[in-house]
């Protein structure tokens, strides 16, 4: 198969209504074609291309800031001379300074399929620019490594944040390509818009949104595999958490655990409050130790979670429900554990990190409530994924 960026690459017709034009580019570490070349570099030699600028997305154009809330600068890109402006420093939204540099900007992103990747609300904001300042924006497609499925509960009205762009489910199901159309639509926006589609993708084929012919490049530090992207809509909850993700280890984002938890007693309650959740992965139980982050230097016990190999099923993987049990089973465990990390998560002031996550209070209202079960928690959110599947159909490209 071919992602958008190999298809813009070998089809000069493909890029015809570029030629004249000052392009840009916004990419990451993980913006490479099918040989490992980075979109920038390739995009330099091809001829009828004038590149005229870049811009890096949160964790920067060379994904080297590791943390969230670690800013990066703008700086001109020392090969092709050009200057690189960040949209996670001094601002968020690309200035009209910023917009003046190009009139057609590539976003060549690779997402994890959740709302929360911060990638979504800045191609949200990259789209607000181009319509208020006449630019065009081509989306070059990539898979959306979750699949289709789609999980968790609408993001509520006055939640928008940095990690929510819009009123979505956690799990979304969408390419970058296909949440483009579904951002103009919803936020009714006038702008030239065109995605470059890939050739090949199927979701529901091997690999099950990643295709297992091509490599996996980290999108951000903390993104190594296909297992993270897969546990990630259920994993990045735990950032509002006092619980460890596995930041500081080798498997972030595809644990949970703590120096004060039985791990072993965690997924037994799990297992007796609502088995169904736990189907298609395998939970484990490992000790570890973060050398930074949450509980840095501290032995842990905790659970890994295994989305891969034979006992993967992708049909009946649900992330979002199983981090959102682990949770409940560490507060009836633990009377009066403190689970919610009070701090400004990604900016925003004034409320729970773990409710700026979910897009509002209803998931950490169900998990601290000790008589809600499993069927109140999917009387709140299979409506709310029954909606978001049946709106899909006008912007599916696959």
């Known amino acids: 198969m071919k992602f958008g960026i190999d298809r813009l690459v070998e089809d000069a017709e493909i890029r015809r209504p570029l030629a004249g034009k000052r392009v840009a580019l916004l990419a990451h570490p993980a913006s490479v074609t099918s040989d490992l070349t980075h979109s920038l570099d390739v995009l330099a030699t091809l001829e009828g291309i004038n590149l005229t600028a870049a811009f890096g997305p949160q964790h920067g154009l060379r994904g080297d ?16 001379n050009i200057p690189v402006f960040s949209l996670y420093g001094e601002v968020r939204r690309p200035t009209a ?7 057609v900007i590539l976003i060549d992103l690779q997402d994890l399929g959740c709302r929360i990747y911060t990638f979504i609300t800045t191609l949200r904001y990259m789209l607000e620019a181009a319509a208020e300042h006449g630019k065009t924006v081509w ?16 993001l509520e009205q006055g939640w928008e944040s940095f990690v929510g762009a819009g009123p979505m489910p956690m799990r979304h199901g969408l390419t970058m390509g296909e949440m483009g159309h579904w951002l103009i639509s919803h936020l009714g926006l006038d702008v030239d818009y065109k995605v470059i589609p890939m050739q090949g993708w199927q979701p529901e084929g091997p690999g099950f949104g990643w295709p297992e012919d091509r490599i996996w490049i980290n999108p951000s530090p903390n993104a190594p595999n296909v297992n993270m992207a897969r546990a990630y809509a259920g994993t990045v909850m735990l950032e509002g958490t006092t619980l460890s993700e596995g930041r500081g280890t080798t498997r972030p984002l595809e644990l949970f655990g703590a120096p004060d938890i039985d791990a072993r007693a965690v997924i037994a309650e799990m297992q007796r409050t609502a088995p169904q959740w736990l189907n298609g992965c395998v939970l484990r139980e490992i000790w570890f130790e973060p050398t930074f982050h949450k509980h840095q230097g501290q032995l842990c016990n905790g659970v890994q979670i ?9 049909a009946s993987f649900r992330p979002w429900r199983l981090q959102a049990l682990g949770l409940k089973a560490i507060g009836t465990l633990y009377s ?3 689970l919610w990390r009070d ?17 509002g209070p209803a998931l950490r209202e169900w998990i601290e409530n000790p008589s809600s079960n499993a069927k109140d928690l999917e009387a709140i959110a299979a409506p709310d994924e029954r909606a978001w599947e049946e709106m899909l159909g006008d912007h599916l490209l696959y």
């Open 343 to 359: 701090f400004p998560y990604e900016y925003e002031e004034g409320r729970l990190a773990f409710d700026v996550i979910n897009g």
């Open 336 to 338: 009066g554990y403190e």
């Open 306 to 314: 295994h989305a891969e190999g034979p006992a993967y099923d992708h």
């Open 139 to 154: 989306v070059l497609d990539r898979p959306n490594p979750a699949g289709r499925p789609i999980e968790g509960m609408l």
């Open 97 to 103: 300074e910023s917009m003046e540099t190009f009139d």
């Open 65 to 80: 800031k590791q943390d969230n809330m670690v800013e990066t600068e703008d700086f001109l890109d020392p090969v092709h």
